[in-house]
């Protein structure tokens, strides 16, 4: 299973959500291929913010070999699976798709929490440290949920 998870600037939230991902599918077993995007070209080659780095190592996770780029329509044929932070970067994502059959690929990556309040990820980028650890707390309840659906699926 290829994964993409996709925000606005490439550099906090898909980051995090691409490390949380990679991390809890192999203290699992499950073998997935994961990438992150942004809609915008931003920070394209940039490395994730100071902040979501730091809230990922408090919980043990480095994501500093991550670098961003911008989503292209081409994602849609690479990635099964291709997970939007929030509604606005989603209707971005759709715009860009192909055909109808391969925009449904693109779903909100909160969709996998439904009893979550929140159906988007707020941006923490103009936020303070605290909003990094939040963002952290709902992408792991949401990644959690997709692979326990994965593994049984299988
Ligand atoms: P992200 O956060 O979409 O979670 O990576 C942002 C990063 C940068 C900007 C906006 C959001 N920006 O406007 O530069």
């Known amino acids: 299973m290829k994964v993409l998870t996709v925000c606005l600037g490439n550099i906090c939230r898909s980051p995090m959500a691409e490390g949380i991902l990679r991390h809890l599918a192999r203290e699992r077993g499950i073998t997935i291929t994961t990438d992150s995007a942004g809609t915008s ?63 449904a690929k693109a779903r909100l990556i909160m969709d996998h929490a439904p009893t979550h309040p929140l159906r988007s990820v707020p941006d923490p980028y103009f936020g303070g440290d605290a909003g990094f650890d939040d963002v952290h707390a709902m992408l792991t309840e949401a990644i959690d949920a997709l692979l326990t659906d994965v593994t049984q699926q299988r």
Request: hydrophobic share 45%.
């Open 41 to 103: 070209d931003y920070h394209v080659g940039e490395a994730p913010d100071r902040r979501a780095q730091a809230a990922m190592l408090r919980k043990g996770m480095d994501i500093s070999d991550l670098r961003a780029r911008q989503f292209t329509a081409n994602d849609y044929h690479t990635f099964d699976v291709i997970l939007a932070m929030d509604a606005d970067n989603l209707r971005k994502m759709r715009a860009l798709a192909p055909n109808a059959e391969l925009a």
